[in-house]
């Protein structure tokens, strides 16, 4: 079904019972991990579980709208994200494994260059209208680090590509696009159900924001070395 994005999993009853018991079974299955212990795949385990979880949840949808998201299409992949610290450990090892040492090294320097805009945008009340593209993005307007990107953007799909446009071009008047709401309340739902789930462990269950949380991450001294 698609539409728009609701505000709150409250607005509508069918939407609240979708995202009410995405959210219990995100729950339990963080919960069944974390049962087992630390370990040093337990942030891509968890974010494995609530990715599987996430799609079996859109897939159960009856009637999907048509989807206008495809590769290069990033006008929703310019405003904040914000993620549980299980998915940043995991673009963390990811970049890691994938990006040379001058690759990380620009990223971090980009990161800084974006954490100080959103600073000067948020005191100026002007954060969600910027339209700051993701670091991520690529000379071609696509996602970098698309295998494993942020549960909240994996949910976040418009049927429309000329109406998200127009919103990034006029974000005060434009309506909002057309969204999938399905998907996007499968994504909260999962979110929240991971986020909650750590919470209750004793664990960092917050969400922070993208550009932040790589930072404190991607430190210099676990760089690869060479011989």
């Known amino acids: 079904m698609s539409g728009a994005a609701p505000r709150s999993p409250d607005d509508d009853p069918h939407w609240r ?12 299955d963080a919960q069944r991990r974390l049962a087992d212990g630390p370990s040093q795949s337990l942030a891509h385990d968890l974010v494995a579980e609530a990715i599987a979880r996430m799609e079996q949840v859109i897939a159960s949808d009856a009637n999907p709208p048509a989807r206008a998201c495809k590769r290069g299409c990033s006008w929703c992949c310019r405003q904040p994200v914000f993620l549980t610290a299980p998915e940043a450990v995991a673009v963390v090892a990811h970049l890691r494994a994938t990006w040379n040492n001058d690759q990380l090294a620009a990223l971090r320097s980009d990161l800084a260059m974006r954490i100080a805009e959103h600073r000067t945008l948020r005191e100026d009340r002007r954060l969600l209208t910027a339209g700051l593209p993701c670091v991520f993005l690529d000379e071609d307007n696509a996602c970098t680090i698309h295998g494993v990107r942020p549960l909240i953007c994996r949910g976040f799909m ?8 127009e919103r990034y071009i006029d974000p005060v008047n434009a309506p909002p696009p057309p969204v999938d709401v399905h998907a996007y309340t499968a994504a909260r739902g ?6 909650a789930a750590l919470t209750d ?19 210099p001294a676990q760089d690869h070395t060479t011989a």
Not at 17 to 28: G, I, K, M
């Open 17 to 28: 019972r979708l995202y009410e018991s995405t959210r219990t079974a995100a729950v339990a």
């Open 201 to 219: 462990a004793g664990m960092a269950g917050g969400m922070g924001e993208l550009n932040v949380l790589l930072a404190q991450l991607l430190s």
């Open 158 to 165: 418009s049927s429309s590509a000329e109406a998200c446009a």
């Open 190 to 195: 999962v979110l929240h159900g991971l986020s």
